[in-house]
């Protein structure tokens, strides 16, 4: 019997043989694929067990991990609870890391990004704990509270930015929520956090200024429509253009574009560019971007960064002016309307341009990414992104929207000692289920100091806030974008 | 080569004693290792543990100078590590568990020294192994009722949907790892009797030698009651254990592969017939198939969550106390083989399985060894069940054939499956004393032919 026995070692050595290379391929072949797979919870563990980065704003965080005592080592917190809830985001162990910066750059957050690699062979060498980088953000602390107090509790948002750089100053979208519960270790009321923000009304998880459904921007929009005359050679702030008090579109049965008051826009119903933008005649401009051309509108549009693919680092919906436009749509959207849809920070863009000599700055909100002590291991170069007007153009816009805040529909955004340049916008966006016109979106895009400009801002606050129907982009938008401007020129 | 050995046999208890007080020491050590990393002290009981297994472990080596002084010196050492590795892991579950009152590692601890114990007392009492094979018959009836047992109400447990479990008082007990050593028992005993039957008689076909279709009665009766504790115990890894053993014992008896041929068809047939019939089975082949699909993760998600923990032992692993084992479950029991992979790393699973291979292949050199055909096959049998359980076991939780509820021999949590272990272990104590004793009187021409075979092994 003992040559059996002898083939039987055989097969038993085929049987554990077979067992090492199984073991040896989950282990050793397969092991980085299976540690990268959602839900394992030895990876979500090990991202807890090392600090992970702070988020800080002017030097102090705004989110940060502390030591925890349970089995997770580090509690996410929020110092500043809601103020920065749409620029941080949340990190969440059930959720995970999103809403922000938070998952925008949760790899240097965690410390898992290449570029942390050359510091993470230091840290393995010098025998120091590892732990994730930090971000030091662009955004100005007294901007963004000036901005979050002035919009108060109406909706809307806020956005400002270094016309010369891109940086963002203030990032305010409202409603806001606070990310800390969220980040919380008692796993259950994570849940019942998640489902609050997710179902409050006003949709606090979505920043308004680069996300969500986009805004008709309204009048602000005839600084896009008159940067095009402007470039265009055929015009200039002081050329007479005719605005009567209604227009009527062509290719339709009838349809009336009417100035908002109701009155032509100067006696003989005609007036300059100029007055025409300072009182903000729809019809002038409607006329205007009819000539231009629906081509035109668009090509300038997209020179102020319409349609573009923007991460700053979290990704923004691009602003868009419809591709298909025939006469009376190009009419309507020449004045904002129509289908034309823009994030505010688009807005914020198209003022800091003509602010900066026509000259478009990718806008970034990580100004330097930083290891656990300080040291600056990677810092945001501004960006140019495109040349949307020429110099010249940009100073007779710049000129222009000076008049709006002088004498025309902006005078609330008066500082004085301060020439501010800005434009108002009333924003029509459809009817209620009853028919009834829904309260229009009040609008300002603003830059200041006009002659040397420091920042740029755009206001959106949804259905003219508490004004109600009356609402002029003036009145409700214009004051806040004031108070963010004064938190920043007035130093 | 022969001339090796045939000088005088030496007994190597000596050997044996240096061994197991290594073993201990490397089960002090990763003792230790657990209570400095967990809980960041010294665990004060390290001594009194140490001197339990040294007594129990001394205990049972004093018993080996006595009663079977030439008793092979690797197993016991092997046995002794394989179960403090596998306490050490209980004891590291339960403070990752928080269980409290000594937890599930004291219960183990009492079952190894009760298995400790009875492999004492099978050493002592049974002076030979030869009369083992006057029970041929009472094994299989022994063997039958311990399969049945778990069938019977009130007394059989449904555990995590195997029906093989029967409750005595707060203890459950898994009656089929008895049933794997009186089972082998019967096989050797009845094999020895009718092999000349079962080898000779018969015809070629295909140039394979066929049995005579009356002879193939006991081949399918093994078959069926491996099909029935299938079916009725769904207990699908107990079932391929039986009859794989049956196959291969009957193999080693008759020397005719075409018994081999002959098994393998009726498991392939009846694997699949039950692949078609039963939805569980279904299942398990879903699970081994594609473990990440959406369908698989809603039944179970144990072995991703196993195959997780390997994957973040990786070659080294965390060391112990310093991984996740629990997040698995049954990461005390079936799953203790991706505990270990997930302290221990890749070379520890090494170890291990090289622990199990040598407990194997010193079984089979004792079956080499021996003179008399009934301990030829009973030392095949339990040292191949040992290999079986142990690629069952594994290859379960790493893929390579589907997941079935096995014990890890030595390792596992479980009190059936360590009193059945040390068991299995003293009777190959038993029989290696016999294969390597010198006959009285002719020293050297006995030790000749076997032991000379099994140097050529190496």
Known sequence: ?491 | MSTVTSLVPRTRRNVELGLLLLAIGIVMLAYLNVGLAVQGTFPPDLLGYGLGFLVLGGGFHLVLRWRAPYADPLLLPIGTLLNGLGLVMIHRLDLAEHRTGGGMAFKQLTWSALGVIIAIAVIIALRDHRQLRRFTFIAMATSIGLLLLPLVPGLGRNINGNRIWIGLGPFSFQPGEIAKITLTVFFAGYLVQTRDVLSLVGRRFLGIALPRPRDLGPILIAWLTSVLVLVFERDLGSSLLFFGLFVAMIYVATERRSWVAIGLTLFCFGAYAAYLMFGHLQQRVLLWLHPFSQAALQVSDQIVLGLMGMASGGLFGTGLGRGHPDFTYFAESDFIYPSMGEELGLFGLFALLMLYVLIVERGLRTALGVRDGFGKLLATGLAFSMALQVFVVVGGVTRVIPLTGLTMPFLSYGGSSLLANWALLALLLRISDQARRPVAGSVASTASSEATEVVKLR
Not at chain 1, 423 to 448: I, V
Request: proline share 7%; charged share 20%; glycine share 8%.
């Open chain 1, 1 to 491: 019997m003992n040559a059996p026995i002898r083939r039987l070692s055989f097969i038993v050595a085929a049987l554990f043989a077979s067992l090492l290379i199984a073991t040896t391929w989950i282990q050793f072949v397969q092991a980085k694929d299976l540690h990268d797979r959602p839900g394992n919870r030895r990876t979500l563990l090990a991202s807890y067990a090392r600090e992970r980065g702070a988020i800080l704003v002017g030097g102090s965080p705004v989110a940060r991990s502390v030591p925890s005592k349970d089995q997770l080592k580090w509690l996410r917190t929020y110092p500043s609870a809601r103020l920065y809830s749409q620029v941080t985001g949340y990190y969440s162990f059930t959720y995970g890391a999103g809403g922000g910066l938070e998952g925008a750059e949760d790899s240097l957050l965690s410390g898992q990004s290449d570029k942390l690699f050359y510091r993470r062979i230091v840290d393995m060498v010098t025998g120091k704990v590892p732990s994730g980088a930090s971000l030091e953000l662009t955004i100005d602390p007294r901007a963004q509270k000036a901005a979050d107090e002035a919009l108060g509790d109406q909706r809307g948002a806020v956005v400002a930015l270094d016309p010369s750089t891109g940086a963002i100053l203030a990032m305010v979208s409202h409603p806001q929520y606070d990310p800390s519960p969220l980040a919380s270790h008692d796993l259950k009321s994570v849940a019942r956090a998640w489902q609050q923000v997710n179902n409050a009304p006003g949709n606090p998880a979505v920043n308004r200024t680069i996300n969500g459904d986009l805004y008709p921007p309204g009048s602000t929009f005839k600084l896009v429509t008159a940067a095009a005359a402007l470039s265009s050679g055929q015009y200039t702030e002081d050329s007479e253009i005719p605005g009567p008090a209604t227009l009527k579109l062509p290719e339709t049965t009838n349809a009336k574009l009417p100035n908002d008051d109701r009155l032509p826009c100067g006696p003989g119903g005609t007036s300059t560019l100029l007055v025409a933008l300072q009182r903000s005649c729809n019809t002038s401009f409607g006329g205007l971007g009819m000539k231009l051309g629906a081509d035109a509108l668009r090509a300038q549009a997209a020179k102020f960064g319409f349609g573009d693919q923007l991460s700053v680092p979290m990704r923004v919906t691009p602003s868009t002016v419809p591709e298909q436009m025939n006469r009376p749509q190009t009419a309507q959207a020449a004045i904002g309307q129509y289908d034309v849809r823009v994030t505010p920070l688009q807005m914020a863009m198209v003022s800091a341009a003509i602010a900066n000599k026509g000259v478009v700055m990718r806008p970034y909100l990580v100004k330097d990414v930083r290891s656990a002590d300080l040291d600056v291991i990677e810092e945001t170069s501004p960006e140019q992104l495109s040349q949307a007007v020429s110099p010249d153009v940009a100073a007779r816009l710049t000129r222009m929207m000076e008049a709006v805040v002088q004498n025309g529909t902006a005078t609330a955004a008066q500082i004085p000692g301060v020439s501010v340049a800005g434009k108002t916008g009333t924003a029509e966006h459809g009817s209620a289920s009853d028919g009834t016109p829904l309260p229009p979106h009040a609008w300002f895009t603003a830059f200041a100091p006009a002659d040397n400009p420091r920042i740029a801002v755009a206001v959106v606050v949804e259905d003219g806030g508490r004004a109600g129907n009356e609402a002029f982009g003036g009145k409700v938008a214009a004051p806040i974008a004031r108070q963010v401007i004064e938190s920043v020129v007035n130093r």
